[in-house]
């Protein structure tokens, strides 16, 4: 399986360019998963369905699963802060690409998604961990880069220099302890 992060600030784009490149990499035949990270509290289930009735009864997890879809919802008892390898362990390993957004400091390889309208500072100069640039200002960079600087807003392009650069975001889990 092959791994990519996506950071950047919040606004940046991040969502919206995996939104897009998951159907980019599903055209080439490849199988995509995502691991997000999320902030605080949250919730994918709703009151008065049977999940969220055990989860409220005190189940530590259910795993809800039809035909179509599996759910696994776990609940800590203490806060519970998973590495992003952790997460990534937990994925089905059939997979061709997973896709990382957030988890910015990470010790994962990732695209950093930079636009000059969040008037957010850039990673890439104190991130080793940053493969490309993704923006749609590349001319407002604020320092000089030899890493690629990909169209923010063309998916099929990001996906075409994935796929050419696929080797070096080959995932070895036996490198990090989880």
């Known amino acids: 399986m092959k791994v990519i992060g996506f950071a950047g600030y919040s606004g940046s784009g991040k969502t919206t360019l995996v ?3 998951i159907p980019e990499l599903k055209l080439r035949g490849q199988r995509v998963s995502v691991v997000k990270h999320a902030h605080h ?15 409220e009864a005190g ?13 696994l919802m776990r609940e800590f008892e203490l806060p519970t802060e998973l590495s992003v390898h952790q997460l990534i362990a ?3 390993d059939g997979v061709d690409w997973v896709l990382v957004e957030g988890y910015k400091d990470s010790d994962l390889l990732k695209i950093e998604v ?32 030899g890493l690629d600087v990909l169209d923010l807003n063309d998916a099929a392009a990001v996906a075409d220099w994935l796929l050419q650069h696929a080797e070096r975001f080959d995932y070895s889990p036996e490198l990090y302890a989880v």
């Open 19 to 21: 939104e897009r490149l």
């Open 41 to 55: 509290k949250f919730d994918i289930d709703h009151p008065g369905k049977d999940s969220w009735r055990h989860r």
């Open 59 to 71: 189940a530590f997890e259910v795993v809800i699963a039809s035909n179509r879809r599996l759910a």
């Open 90 to 92: 937990e994925l089905y």
């Open 114 to 145: 930079w636009r000059a309208s969040t008037a957010k500072p850039v990673r890439y100069p104190n991130d080793d961990f940053i493969a490309a640039i993704t923006t749609d200002s590349p001319d407002q960079l604020p320092q000089p880069t």
